[in-house]
């Protein structure tokens, strides 16, 4: 049985406030190549209003969330000079239980990244 699921969540660490307005897509990767599966956007919190990958469509495999944090440093007057130091940060990971909640949030600032699975 499916119960699990896939959020996400990004937080502005230079500013520390949540990153609202993000764009983030998520592919399924199957025999190497992207296949797109849905585009959302965070919300004030810094949340997707629904999960990127409801239970209805969770499923074991490879996964790919891009997170478009240039347009979003250029929206909140942090992009600096061009190029970009970070512009699209693609996350990949696997989901192989599908009794979890899988968390994949981005910690971000114009110079770094991190994540980590969370719960």
């Given at each position: 049985m499916t119960t699990g699921?896939?959020?996400t969540h990004v937080l502005d660490t230079a500013r520390g406030v949540p990153a609202d307005g993000m764009k983030i897509d998520l592919f399924r990767i199957l025999?190497?190549?992207r296949r797109p599966l849905v585009s959302m956007v965070t919300n004030a919190d810094g949340r997707t209003d629904a999960p990127i990958?409801?239970?209805s469509d969770f499923a074991t495999g490879?996964?790919?969330?891009?997170?478009?944090a240039g347009d979003y440093l250029r929206a909140s007057g942090q992009a600096?000079?061009?190029?970009?130091?970070?512009?699209?940060?693609?996350i990949r990971f696997g989901i192989s239980d599908l009794s979890s909640h899988y968390h994949v949030p981005l910690l971000l600032s114009?110079?770094?990244f991190s994540t980590y699975r969370g719960s």
């Open positions: 699921y896939l959020t025999d190497d190549q990958l409801p239970a490879s996964y790919e969330l891009l997170f478009h600096g000079d061009a190029p970009l130091f970070l512009d699209l940060v693609p114009p110079f770094s």
